[in-house]
């Protein structure tokens, strides 16, 4: 019986298949070892050699309690820390960092991110920034954004928010800033939602003694374009719920429930649009802002209030007002005009000035301080159509004129024609320690 013989395969297909396993062998073995980075013990192996070089490179200890990643780009970092050898003061430390990547969105020069996400994190930077320190606790830190692109220049942030968190930032001296131009931004940035729970923020810088300190519990931010091409900024809703500020060398400026909520915010240069629904505070002596509405408009040519009311229990403004960019620039052709009813309540007004003599507070006339006025013009010749301000039963003034060449120190004056009246002014006696008097009815007109 005869034998089966193999057959032969020709010399010249059998190098061919070996020229394709030579070229294809990089492809596979990186494949090969990308297949294995998502293999338990690898990633053990990997995070154990990184921080053992990130220790030795930064002199900290440093390391990582657990890496895991999952196909195709989805990475889990815990407990990761930092920490001084010689002091074991914790510098860096982290509970939780999530990032979840669409892979092949990459392959299109875009990037879609479905979470980037931190959890319990502590910093204390010490002295590894030149001039600034940052010291504090964040709570939650969430990302989600679909359509990074880089041509054209996109990023749309779907949600961002941060919770639970106490920032502070100390602010020394900078030396040797690189103050080379940088290259022009073009990117386009589209904000969805953004929002920010009892979330605490200081800024410290101790060269200047200056402080500012804020507490926000509730802030969002909705449909936001920052266009950096442009140098453009639009803002659908923008809202701030009982935050409280403090500012100065010594808390100077210090408020509490401090609400805002504007609609429509544009800005463009000189281009400035804004509707305020609300603004409201209340501030350390007691003075409480109760609601604010107005509009604000403003092209290259002028700024326009149509209307701005404020109250307090107490107290009210009501102000309508045009003004010309050229009179912010102390032009003479500038044009202004403004409207103007003010009624301040004697509640207001023992708050502001503070720690006055009982005589004064028991003296002072209860119905409110009234002010008017209307007056248009140019800083060459502005008229005061009208100016009056009333307390009743202390004083009464009305005034009428022109002021003349208000940007030109020599020539400065004007034409005016004035009322006043006094009447019961006892109020002045406490405020001068009694060496000041006013009798009653006496009148001063020119």
Not at 40 to 63: N, W
Not at 179 to 207: H, Q
Request: charged share 25%; proline share 4%.
């Amino acid at each position: 019986m005869e034998s089966q013989q193999e057959p032969i395969i020709p010399t010249n297909k059998r190098r061919r298949r070996w020229w394709m396993w030579l070229i294809a062998s990089p492809f596979l073995l990186f494949l090969l070892l990308i297949m294995m980075l998502y293999l338990p013990p690898v990633q053990r192996f990997a995070v154990d050699k990184a921080s053992a070089f990130a220790s030795q490179s930064t002199g900290l200890d440093i390391t990582v309690g657990r890496l895991d990643l999952r196909f195709p780009l989805d990475l889990l970092v815990r407990d990761v820390s930092a920490v001084e050898p010689e002091t074991k003061d914790t510098l860096l430390s982290l509970e939780r960092l999530k990032v979840e990547l669409r892979l092949w969105k990459l392959l299109k020069k875009e990037i879609e991110i479905e979470e980037i996400s931190l959890r319990n994190a502590t910093i204390d930077s010490r002295d590894f920034i030149d001039g600034v320190g940052i010291n504090g606790h964040l709570g939650e830190l969430f990302l989600e954004s679909h359509g990074v692109a880089f041509s054209p220049e996109t990023a749309r942030i779907n949600e961002f928010s941060v919770k639970n968190t106490d920032l502070s930032v100390t602010l020394g001296d900078i030396a040797d800033t690189d103050t080379t131009a940088s290259e022009p931004l073009y990117w386009k940035i589209l904000l969805d939602e953004i929002a920010l729970e009892n979330v605490g923020f200081a800024l410290r810088m101790p060269k200047d003694s200056l402080f500012l300190r804020t507490q926000l519990p509730d802030v969002k931010l909705k449909d936001g374009v920052i266009d950096l091409k442009e140098a453009s900024y639009f803002v659908k809703s923008f809202g701030i719920n009982r935050a409280e500020l403090a500012y100065g060398y010594h808390d100077e400026l210090w408020l509490e429930k401090l609400g805002l909520q504007v609609d429509s915010v544009y800005y463009r240069g000189r281009d400035i649009r804004a509707h305020v629904n609300e603004f409201v505070f209340r501030e350390r002596s007691g003075l409480e802002l109760l609601s604010t509405e107005g509009r604000l408009l403003a092209d290259n040519d002028k700024i326009d209030i149509p209307k701005l009311m404020m109250k307090t229990a107490s107290s009210s403004l009501s102000l309508q007002t045009e003004i010309d960019w050229d009179v912010l620039e102390m032009k003479r052709s500038g044009v202004l005009s403004a409207q103007m009813l003010a009624q301040i309540g004697k509640e207001d007004v023992v708050k502001v000035i503070g720690n006055m003599d009982p005589e004064f507070v028991e003296t002072y006339p209860s119905a409110p301080f009234r002010i008017v006025l209307d007056a248009d013009g140019d800083l060459n010749r502005l008229q005061l159509k009208t100016l009056s301000a009333e307390l009743p039963g202390a004083f009464l003034l009305n005034a009428g004129g022109d002021l003349l060449h208000l940007t030109d120190t020599t020539r400065r004056g004007g034409e005016f024609n004035l009322r006043a009246e006094a009447r019961n002014m006892r109020f002045l006696r406490s405020m001068t320690g009694g060496h000041f008097r006013i009798p009653r009815g006496t009148t001063l007109e020119g």
